[in-house]
């Protein structure tokens, strides 16, 4: 597959942001966020090949609802200070790359919905390995047009002001822009940076391996809904009638990816070591605090959840307890919550604990995140709603999870480095359980 990329400029905010702040400043939960890019990319079929003026209509109203939908989400057209922990809302623009692609978007579809190529879909976003080094860039897009009239519109959007909630509020809120107008596009509060103001605090976040992600290896792994479902029946039916909760899709899949990945690490060194898995937890609407509506920035605190091998079981569903019970904590603490300060402390110290971790050097630290439920699969332009959304080759070791498009599976794209990822394709409990689209 061959891209090229034919023009690259920056789309200014349509309206200047003269009433809106100059500089925003982000909260504290921000600077715990890492320094790299989220990116996805989401694919539209052409629906029948489309003539050149049909082909260029579609991308001058792409570029048109963008520069509108910056007006309501402004700072991401401005540029992000990392000293000052702001960002400078100047309207120096988003960057915006129009590329074309060699042949058909749905051959394209069936090559990688059955297997995720690493380096190749990273050539539909505008920075191939996220950004690792510093950037003071908060949004790119890329458009890429299939000669079919498909598109794929790959977004990257800085971690360090916007989580996976906001990115899809953006990619709603341009959706909509394009579709039906800005007048139905809703701006986002800014006032995170209130609630949670900024500390001077050591530089904490999750971790990123900067020096070799070109020796990382990203697969899509999925779990359909029946094997989620005989994943439920086992914890289930290990508890009895007496189970308390009955475990989420989440909550199944990452204990079972997790289980999985601690027999690859034992294969590696030989005996069994403890694994501490991080798993990114969304607080809107679960604090006492008065956070906006639809907020702009990071609002997410890391679940923990500790395995020793010391510890007497190593079954399947103690897995998924670890993991309901650390959940079941937080947004317990959560529902308390009626002080940022409490949060926050509680935010950071988990940050504190992996990297302790990791200095020690003798805990594995298996990270996870989810945008299951976020809409993505709604996010219509006006040629109808994406074929697929997908993620992309990370710069770190972790797993993404997200929604199948029917909504009943999660498909996880894991990063592991090159050996590791060897052993985990070869578990036979991974070979069982994950199955193509």
């Not at 400029?9 to 200047?16: A, C, E, F, R, Y």
């Not at 709603?385 to 894991?414: N, R």
Request: with cysteine.
């Amino acid at each position: 597959m061959e891209v090229r990329v034919m023009s690259r400029k920056l789309i200014k905010p349509s309206v200047p942001t003269l009433n809106h702040l100059k500089t925003l400043k982000l909260s504290c939960i921000d600077q715990l966020a890492p320094s790299a890019f989220g990116s996805f990319i989401f694919y539209y079929p052409s629906n029948g090949d489309l003539t050149i003026l049909e082909k260029e209509a579609r991308l001058e109203k792409l570029e048109k609802s963008l520069s509108e939908t910056l007006t309501r989400f402004y700072p991401l057209a401005g540029r992000y200070i990392e000293d000052g922990d702001s960002i400078d809302c100047n309207d120096d623009g988003a960057e915006y790359l129009n590329a074309r692609v060699d042949g058909q978007l749905a051959r394209f579809l069936k090559q990688n919905c059955d297997q995720a190529v690493d380096q190749q879909l990273n050539c539909l976003i505008p920075f191939e390995n996220e950004a690792l080094e510093f950037s003071q860039m908060v949004l790119a897009v890329q458009v890429n047009m299939f000669d079919c009239g498909g598109l794929a519109i790959g977004v990257c959007l800085s971690h360090k002001v916007a989580d996976g909630f906001v990115i899809f509020s953006f990619m709603q809120g341009w959706a909509m822009a394009c579709k039906v107008g800005l007048e139905e596009v809703v701006c986002p509060s800014f006032d995170m940076g209130i609630l949670f103001s900024a500390r001077d605090i050591d530089k904490f976040s999750i971790p990123v391996l900067e020096d070799n992600w070109t020796k990382l290896i990203t697969k899509r792994f999925v779990f359909n809904g029946d094997a989620i479902s005989k994943l439920k029946a086992k914890v289930i039916a290990s508890s009895g009638s007496a189970a308390k909760r009955h475990p989420s899709r989440v909550e199944v899949v990452t204990a079972f990816i997790w289980k999985a990945r601690m027999r690859v690490a034992q294969v590696k060194h030989g005996h069994s070591r403890p694994s501490l898995l991080t798993l990114a937890y969304n607080f809107r609407g679960k604090t006492s605090l008065r956070i906006p509506e639809n907020p702009f920035g990071n609002a997410f605190k890391l679940i923990l959840a500790k395995y020793k091998p010391t510890d007497t079981k190593f079954e399947f569903p103690d897995f998924v307890g670890l993991i309901g019970n650390a959940i079941s904590k937080t947004t317990t603490e959560c529902s308390k919550t009626e002080n940022p300060d409490n949060l926050f402390s509680s935010a950071i110290n988990s940050m504190r604990e992996i990297h302790d971790s990791l200095a020690k050097m003798e805990t594995d630290i298996c990270v996870f995140t989810s945008v299951c439920r976020f809409p993505y699969y709604e996010i219509d332009f006006g040629w109808g709603k994406p074929a697929w959304v997908s993620s992309v080759h990370k710069p770190s070791d972790i797993v993404l999870m997200m929604d199948t498009k029917c909504g009943t599976g999660i498909e996880a794209w894991a990063t592991f480095e090159e050996q590791e990822m060897l052993l985990f394709q070869q578990d036979q409990d991974i070979m069982s359980y994950t199955s193509k689209l």
